[in-house]
């Protein structure tokens, strides 16, 4: 069952973001992310300064469907992120915690899916003093919190050689788009717009920038009227907010580089549409959920959706946190408000597109016809086959007549 709970879903990103979530869970205001490569010994490091767990606190963390009761607005929601997240990119993973400044001492905890198997049963162990403890210790010495390590990578090191150059790039590469996916993710956290305090966050060392989907900084950003509608959910009455934007044209942008950064990890194209929040967690971005199809002249419309995770059970939200299924009812009521939006966009589209298109030349003085005709048997004549000119214009008096008569053969 352990081996089979790895293909829930996750890719490396969303996997890394779960557990982001459960670190902003615990109260971090500072997370930062290590994707380390070291041939078969690489390893990925997520470090917290949250409130960290006890020793029983940790032991159930590892359990699926650890249990706990959960308050409106926290991520969490299964009991079972830290485990399907860390399993679907590795085959072990070791959680450190320490409980406060107060306290020295660090607990640690791997769930091993090689122990698991090798003995049949649900074991969680103390790893001893390997490499990813060490590192883990590392960062609880100086503050409490937590720090959870992804080791034996399996489904990131390619089989062969994984201390070769690709498997390297591919390390580099993802540490990379782990950045953008983060700070695209977490952007209201980051800059500080969601409840509670904001959240410093950092990937190899970098400070993540927050990524706002809506270009709120650009002065020609357009903001239709904000909506919101009461869905129910469980017998219980929420409320799904609606920002609408239209973003500036590539030419309105302030800057290039702007417009560039704002295409965002799948492009102008694929960005467009619909940005699902969950508790000011990003869950779904891009393409307009089953509402209408993505359109190149649409680009430009970008809408923000809320709903608070009291409202969990009508959005089917998945374990890996990256797709709701929007209900029937919200999506008809979402049908109006997403044309007007679209209008919108492909107005600004349009209009720039026109004032972008080429100046075309006004036709030069093109000579009459039979002139051409004229200076067509002469040419031919000088050329000294004069013979083919006549079985050409032979054939072209039988497939296009019209034609050899306007040139006058
Ligand atoms: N970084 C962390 N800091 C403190 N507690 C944590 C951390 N990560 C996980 N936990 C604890 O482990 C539990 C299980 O986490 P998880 O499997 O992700 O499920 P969920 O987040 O849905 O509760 C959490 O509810 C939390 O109590
Ligand atoms: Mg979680």
Known sequence: MTSSLRDIGYDFFSAVADLVDNSIAAGA???DVVVEFDGPDSFVLIADDGTGMTQNGLVESLRFGSRRSYEVGELGRYGLGLKTASLSQCRSVTVCTRRAATVKRIS?????????????????????RTRAVTEAQRWLNEAPGTVVVWSKLDRVLPDRRPEGGWARRRFESLAVKTAAHLSMV?????????????????????????WDPFAPQEQHTVELAPLSFEVEADDHVGTVRLRRFVLPPREKFSMQEEFDRLSGPLKWNRQQGLYVYRADRLVQWGGWAGVRSIDEHTKLARVALDFNTDLDAAFHINVAKMRVNLPT????????PLHEVCLRANDTYRRNSRREAPVVAPPAELAPLPTVGLALRSAAAQSGDYAAFKRIVARLKETAPEVAESLNF
């Open 108 to 128: 640690t905890r791997t769930l091993d899916l090689d122990v698991i198997i090798d003995f049949d049963d649900w074991l969680i162990i103390d790893p001893g």
């Open 29 to 31: 205001t500072t997370i």
């Open 186 to 210: 977490f952007h209201r956290f980051l800059a500080g717009t969601a409840q509670g305090e904001r959240v410093v966050m950092t990937v190899n060392g970098e400070k993540l920038q927050p």
């Open 329 to 336: 009812g919200i999506r008809q009521m979402l049908e109006r």
